[in-house]
């Protein structure tokens, strides 16, 4: 259909970014390559893998994989109606997932911050399940495979009279997640500043 269709405009505007989203991606990755590795290989020998390890390994991989699933149904104009079927949701399904491990990495931080303390973990454990099975729900469902008639790319787009939820609610509770985090990290680190020697605190703020 003719409304599935984006405009030259609209098209351009999505391929410049999503350009200057990988090419800062490949930068980053490029930089930090070294470093990643010599910390993957320490860790991997270690007797016993940590938490902190397997996340860290989660978000390398999510977020390389988000970025080349999203941006192979984007690029790509080979795409017929039932190939797009069963592709168009797999860019959703790892974008949650890159949201659920980042948002685990920011939970397990702000828990050890607080000195594992079980007022800080209960909340927090209960607050990160409603939030991703909130984004789950926001960002998967409803949404249908549309193949764009004019440049042949893939893409899962929701239809306004089935979600009227909209996907900005995605975001929102995102945000809302983070700044939550945030402000629990900033309360005990402005209450260990107070209260601790330099020495201390510079070791939460490495935490």
Not at 87 to 113: D, E, H, T, W
Not at 167 to 196: G, H, N, Q
Request: charged content about 15%; overall charge positive; aromatic content about 14%.
């Amino acid at each position: 259909m003719d409304g599935d269709s984006l405009s030259q405009d609209s098209f351009l505007t999505a391929t410049y970014l999503r350009v200057a989203s990988l090419s800062i991606a490949l930068y980053d990755f490029l930089e930090t390559a070294p470093s990643t590795w010599r910390y993957t290989r320490e860790q991997w020998n270690a007797p016993h893998k940590s938490v902190s390890f397997i996340l860290f390994l989660l978000i390398q991989f999510t977020s390389i994989s988000t970025l080349v699933v999203s941006n192979v149904g984007y690029f790509s104009s080979r795409f017929t109606e039932q190939s797009c079927l069963r592709y168009y949701i797999i860019p959703s399904v790892f974008k949650v997932m890159l949201s659920m491990v980042s948002q685990a990495i920011l939970g397990l931080r702000a828990f050890n911050i607080s000195r594992r303390s079980k007022f800080v973990g209960w909340p927090l454990s209960i607050m990160f399940v409603i939030c991703t099975t909130l984004e789950g729900i926001t960002n998967l469902d409803k949404r249908t495979p549309v193949v764009d008639p004019e440049y042949g790319n893939c893409r899962g787009v929701f239809q306004i009279s089935q979600q009227p939820v909209g996907a900005y609610v995605y975001y929102v509770v995102a945000i809302i997640y983070d700044l939550v985090i945030t402000a629990i990290c900033m309360m005990y680190l402005l209450r260990y500043k107070a209260f601790s020697n330099s020495t201390l605190f510079s070791k939460f703020i490495r935490m």
